[in-house]
């Protein structure tokens, strides 16, 4: 058993599939590119194109979802800690 075997052994999810991410941060400027270059490096066929947003009633924060072709646990692992981490993200779901 190899370790993408392992990995997908650990999730209900069936690999690859559509796996709609969203970020929530602040309505700064830049923060929408730098997501979708976040989001490029873990899944670089990634169609920045697609991403959909949304502002806050308030317009102080903005949503942004991104579909990627999810195609292990350890790439979404690996995708949502470093958008967690990044300090314009307020919350991923």
């Known amino acids: 058993m190899n370790d993408q075997d392992t990995n997908n052994q650990e999730t209900l999810l ?3 599939c559509a796996f709609p991410i969203k970020i929530m941060g ?5 923060f929408v590119a730098t ?3 976040v989001v490029l490096r873990h899944a670089p ?3 920045a194109a697609s991403v959909t947003m ?6 102080k924060y903005l ?5 990627i072709n999810a195609t292990s646990k350890r790439q979404l692992d690996d995708l949502y800690r470093e958008i967690s981490a990044h300090p314009l993200v307020v919350m991923a779901l």
């Open 35 to 37: 997501m979708v270059e």
């Open 54 to 59: 949304k502002a806050s009633s308030s317009n």
């Open 63 to 67: 949503s942004l979802t991104c579909t």
């Open 26 to 30: 602040r309505m700064e400027d830049g």
């Open 14 to 16: 069936e690999f690859p």
């Open 45 to 47: 066929d990634f169609d």
